[in-house]
């Protein structure tokens, strides 16, 4: 593992901070991320330098390295939540608290002072906002190349720079700063961006400067606890070992303060469980250096890594999320396809398919929704194949997100019609709301006909989705 795990003191906000810093230590993060707040290190107090020189010194005594975070609710604003802000009207308030936390981020030693938009005030266009935003991140870069300390951007749902592309966008109309960088919340990628995690992540590359880690469901922007959004929290570690990421990744859960230690506890669990496998980790090193080394890697995926389900305690046969190699070798394909074009990867897939055991070809399968857009034609040829057989996860591997968005709707209904007769849990099938439609309700309904007629129970899953028609 190329980077280090913490915890956001956001998240322990009934703590005194000597008392937080120790629970996380304790707990074995190495770093934190740091939110300037009243109880925390108040960027405004008389004795504010005593205070950073005695954290300081807390931190080193801890082992801790540390990212600073400015994104405190009522720190400058005791009626307003996060006001003002870059893009408001009382900008220069926001551009002076962000000058301080440089300052303090450099006493600190931190890796850098992450930051945001701003909601975009009532009566204020989009293209004004926009130049706000540019006048007020350029006079913060003054105060980053006062202090040494790089500014690291964040987008936030519901603010003006929301998505990756609007912060690279900005990044490169100011001319590409060398201290202006990206913090990556990954629950945000499940809530708001158009890609995974994973594939953010490889974007951001180089640029990346700070992640934070939590859970979310799409489009809702409210942060869980890894297990209970839609996160990919291996595959998402697996793309920050992959980019050769060095900085602090910390557990952002703002809202769970009231039981802190336990959540925290629980989040470590989760991220060390979740983590890159060695041998997975230098497959992928070889794999990208030399391509053809997949050949012999992804038959020995198995007794690498193991076999064993992800969420084994929910689904403890991998039917519906996937088995520990199902990932591992969906990670090879990813490295593979980063590293050929779109023939040799389609001759790949298709030769590892056809020639391998029935768990390479479920690994193919997984992998079809990171690497299957790139070939399309080639990944609904391998769907079609897996659909006519009767393994059920085979079959369930093959309805993956590649399948919602490629495949036809007669194949794709007829897949869904088949998990039924299968017992395969519908769960198993990617957006399977988005693509219900009548035709698909009257298969069902006619499949319940059938079974009711016989005598037989009709499946749970079936009748839910009759429910869904009304």
Known sequence: MTFRLGYGTNGFANHRLDDALAVIADL???????TLDHHHLDPFAPDVGRQVDRVAARLAALG???VVETGARYLLDPRHKHHPTLVGDDQPVRVDFLVRALEIAAGLGADCVSFWSGIVPPGVGDDEAWQRMRSGVTAVLDGADRHGVPLALEPE???????LDQALRLREELGSPALLGITLDVGHCVAVEPRDAAACIRRAGDLLLNVQLDDMLPGV???????????????????????GYTGLAAVELPRHSHAAPDVARRAMSAL????PHPWLAEAVRSVRSDPTTIRTLFPAVGRSVGRTPVRAEADPLGVVHGTVDDRARARLLAAFAAVVGPDALAEELAALYHHGDDAERRGVLRALADVGSAVPETGVDLVKDALRSNDTRLVAAALGPFAADHLDAHTWRHGVLKCLFLGIPVDAVADLDRRTDPELLRMVRAYADERRAAGRDVPDDAL??????S
């Open 64 to 66: 801790l390295s540390t």
């Open 221 to 243: 922007h409210e942060h869980l606890e890894f297990g209970d959004g839609r996160l990919d929290l291996p595959a998402t570690l697996a793309a920050l070992d992959e980019i």
């Open 272 to 275: 060390q469980a979740a983590l």
């Open 464 to 469: 839910e989705l009759l429910r869904s028609e």
């Open 28 to 34: 074995g993060y190495t770093g934190v991320a740091l």
């Open 157 to 163: 749902p519901g603010m003006l720079v929301e998505r």
